[in-house]
């Protein structure tokens, strides 16, 4: 089973630009669908963006589009979530992980450990 790793989070501030980045420690198949969700303090998870492996066709909550943008690696076997003009609220463990074909869905015990993603104002 191909297991997901998170890794880019940190401390910016409000306008600045960071890239999470999303490993996979085997090559997925084409048909996989993989996205991120994130978690804000006190709030229930809620879904990003996801990306068709295959095709690279990509798919974005309405409240990030525009503003994040998900893409994928085949080669490095790597996606990634690049976030320009941070805010505060953006604050939020950001999650990888495998969906379901509903493209926002996330697959029963793919969650990982998250990334932890702070934006000061």
């Known amino acids: 089973q191909v297991q997901l790793v998170e890794s880019g989070g940190g401390l910016v501030q409000a306008g600045d630009s960071l890239t999470l980045s999303c490993a996979a420690s085997?090559?997925?198949?084409?048909?996989?669908?993989m996205g991120w969700h994130r978690q804000a303090p006190g709030k229930d998870r809620e879904f990003v963006a996801s990306?068709?492996?295959?095709?690279?066709?990509?798919y974005y909550a309405d409240s990030f589009r525009g503003r994040f943008t998900v893409s994928r690696s085949t080669a490095e076997r790597t996606m990634y979530l690049q976030m320009n003009s941070l805010k505060p609220e953006d604050t939020a463990t950001y999650y990888c992980?495998?969906?379901?074909?509903?493209?926002?869905?996330?697959?029963?015990?793919?969650w990982g450990q998250g990334t932890q993603v702070t934006v000061s104002s």
């Open positions: 085997g090559r997925p198949v084409s048909s996989a669908v």
């Open positions: 990306i068709r492996w295959g095709r690279g066709s990509s």
């Open positions: 992980n495998f969906l379901d074909s509903d493209l926002r869905t996330p697959r029963p015990g793919s």
